[in-house]
């Protein structure tokens, strides 16, 4: 299975300020069709994984332009420019492009 | 707007049986492959199983192949997942899911399953 690796896996930030989480993955995910299928989902405390990015960089309807997601080959990163309250979570990387899917192990967001 | 809604879940012993159902709606279920996702007590997210929209096609995670069960009833708008011979690893909030650019776009509140004696 591909492995999903991600860092840090605790980000205390202060509000306001920007946060940057790390997802590396042990096999590139670009598909033969040319598209790259790495995702990152937002889980608050008690609730169920929201989807924010899809394909690398594609934000899901009703994100926030703040957050933001980059990368390519076998490195991503899910960019915060201004932390809000609202963003204190869990924060998980996927694959969709190799079986059986894969995440990270989640990057936990909380406030200094 | 989608809205999925699971069910099912409990306490059940080892060894035991358990169906778990995400109804569907605002949406056509029969157009989506449907996905479940589980998370034990303070962990991660794992992928379960999927199933196309007409349920020709289905995959397992080796960790539940051959004990659990996917299926769909699109007339009902319900997913199902079947899960046999239960064990201890397998307690954890159960999740169904659409799929839309390869990986989970909307998620149902989950329900959790509790293996224990």
């Known amino acids: 299975d591909v492995v999903m690796t991600q860092s840090p896996l605790s980000l205390p930030v202060t509000l306001g300020q920007p946060a940057s989480i790390s997802c590396r993955s042990s096999q590139s995910p670009v598909y033969s069709d040319g598209n790259t299928y790495l995702s990152w989902f937002q889980q608050r405390p008690g609730q169920s994984p929201r989807r924010l990015i899809y394909k690398v960089s594609n934000r899901d309807s009703g994100v926030p332009d703040r957050f933001s997601g980059s990368g390519s080959g076998t490195d991503f990163t899910l960019k915060i420019s201004r932390v809000e309250a609202e963003d204190v979570g869990v924060y998980y990387c996927m694959q969709g492009t190799h079986w059986p899917w894969t995440f990270g192990q989640g990057t936990k967001v909380e406030i200094k | 707007e989608v809205h999925l809604v699971e069910s099912g879940g409990g306490l059940v012993q080892p060894g035991g049986s358990l169906r778990l159902s995400c109804a569907a709606s605002g949406f056509t279920l029969s157009s989506y492959w449907m996905h479940w996702v589980r998370q034990a007590p303070g962990k991660g997210l794992v992928w379960v199983s999927r199933i196309n929209g007409d349920g020709s096609s289905i995959s397992y995670a080796d960790s539940v192949k051959g004990r659990f069960t996917i299926s769909r009833d699109n007339a009902k708008n319900t997913l199902y997942l079947q899960m046999n011979s239960l064990r201890a690893e397998d307690t954890a909030v159960y999740y169904c899911?659409?799929?839309?650019?390869?990986?989970?776009?909307?998620w149902g509140q989950g329900t959790l399953v509790t293996v224990s004696s």
């Open positions: 899911a659409t799929e839309d650019h390869w990986a989970p776009e909307h």
